[in-house]
């Protein structure tokens, strides 16, 4: 072939082998949560119409810059931007080998991008520990979530994703993406917001701080770098 005859071309297709990472692809389970627990929050009110042109970007967006999702009812581009959540079927589950599942994604990634909603069981208490101060005993630990807002009973709402959940919930201590609390009226989602530019076939993760129960696997903690 011709085009193997130039060298800048032999030169870049041996790079993006090294890029394109062979992934063996994992299916989902097909089993669900088929119960509901009634949760409802306070809500946050309305709000105006963001003004966006183009895309709603993490630093300018109005409702971005709010912690509100957008939707297309307060959302200049109708929600299709990337401040509005998304189930991206770009995202494909995968086999590390060597940490069990992972995820990455087929295209490119800008950061502020929100790629998924971090999905769960939605437990709620009265209290989280008895007799502790509310200041000690706000925090996370392991898969389970504590949120911010409480439910308009005023109880705890944990989002448990041990046993069931969404794509994002890999762990690294080189994460590429990080968890945001947002609300719009008196919806409340954890979302994955990109903090990175990422490109096509990269393995996407968070980081869950020092409240994980196992021992980090991440090529900084595997390989020592």
């Known amino acids: ?34 119960t509901s627990l009634l949760i409802s929050f306070p809500g946050i009110g309305e709000g105006d119409h963001c003004k966006c ?27 299709v931007c990337s401040n509005a959540p998304r189930t991206l079927p770009t995202l494909k589950l995968f086999d590390t080998h060597r940490v069990g599942l992972g995820v990455f994604k087929t295209t490119f990634l800008n950061v502020g991008y929100i790629l998924g909603e971090y999905a769960g069981k939605l437990c709620a208490y009265d209290t989280i ?49 990080a968890f945001m609390e947002m609300q719009n009226r008196t919806e409340v989602k954890v979302l994955a917001v990109m903090i990175y530019d990422v490109k096509a076939g990269t393995e996407l993760t968070v980081n869950y701080g020092d409240g994980i129960w196992f021992k980090c696997a991440c090529d900084e903690c595997w390989f020592g770098y």
């Open 1 to 34: 072939m011709e085009l193997l005859q130039l060298p800048w071309v032999k030169f870049r297709l041996k790079t993006l082998h090294g890029r394109r990472t062979n992934f063996e692809e994992v299916k989902p389970p097909s089993t669900a949560i088929t």
């Open 53 to 79: 042109e183009g895309d709603c970007f993490l630093d300018t967006c109005w409702n971005a810059t709010a912690a509100t999702f957008c939707t297309p009812d307060c959302c200049r581009l109708g929600a």
């Open 129 to 177: 520990v008895e007799n502790q101060p509310e200041q000690v005993t706000k925090q996370n630990s392991g898969y389970t979530i504590l949120l911010h807002a409480k439910s308009t009973s005023k109880q705890y709402v944990y989002i448990e994703a041990l046993e069931c959940g969404f794509t994002t919930r890999f762990h690294s201590c080189q994460p590429n993406v």
